[in-house]
């Protein structure tokens, strides 16, 4: 069966294809995921989580522009049907979102795909780790549980490589970097 999203926005609706297929039985409509441990489920859910920020990414731009958030305009705008003013610095911004989407599609593939995030994507990696945030799925505990290892530049400019094990006292926070 066809996978389609659905926007909807003062009581209006518009659907799209999410472009992939799932069998209705691996299907649940409540949660509006696939259901299962395969790699293939993953991929899906990965794919539609993807979709769901660049929904939310484009709610935001609206609200930034100060435009009327309608079925239509957030359509157009997740679409790139709108026609704007394109300054240099959004142009990167549209590049490095859909760069990092493409990443996180081809990375998945190899079990290395980020396996908590932050609802939102304008968030720095250290910006995530030094606040101990929580993913989108808060059971899935803090954004830092997910790291396995981290290179830090100190104030000399030294390179340090912490993981659980070498240089435990810089991935554990204890000179305050990262807390778990």
């Known amino acids: 069966m066809a996978v389609y999203m659905r926007i909807t926005v003062d009581g209006k609706r518009v659907e799209m294809s999410a472009g992939r297929e799932c069998d209705p039985a691996k299907w649940n409509s409540h949660a509006g995921r696939a259901i299962g441990a395969k790699e293939e489920i993953k991929s899906l859910n990965n794919y539609l989580d993807s979709l769901l920020i660049k929904v939310r990414n484009a709610h935001q731009v609206l609200i930034d522009a100060n435009q009327r958030i309608t079925t239509e305009s957030l359509q157009n705008q997740f679409t790139g049907k709108t026609e704007k003013n394109r300054y240099l610095m959004q142009l990167f911004a549209e590049h490095n ?4 989407c493409d990443i996180q599609q081809y990375i998945d593939e ?14 720095t990696v250290g910006g995530a780790l030094s606040v101990n945030a929580h ?3 808060m059971g899935m505990g803090p954004v830092v549980l997910s790291v396995r290892s981290i290179d830090i530049v100190l104030a000399d400019g030294s390179l340090i490589h912490a993981t659980k094990t070498k240089n435990q006292e810089i991935f554990f926070g204890e000179e305050g970097l990262i807390i778990l």
């Open 110 to 123: 190899h079990d290395l795909s980020i396996k908590i995030m932050q609802t939102y994507a304008n968030f």
């Open 135 to 137: 993913g989108r799925y």
């Open 97 to 100: 979102a859909k760069v990092k």
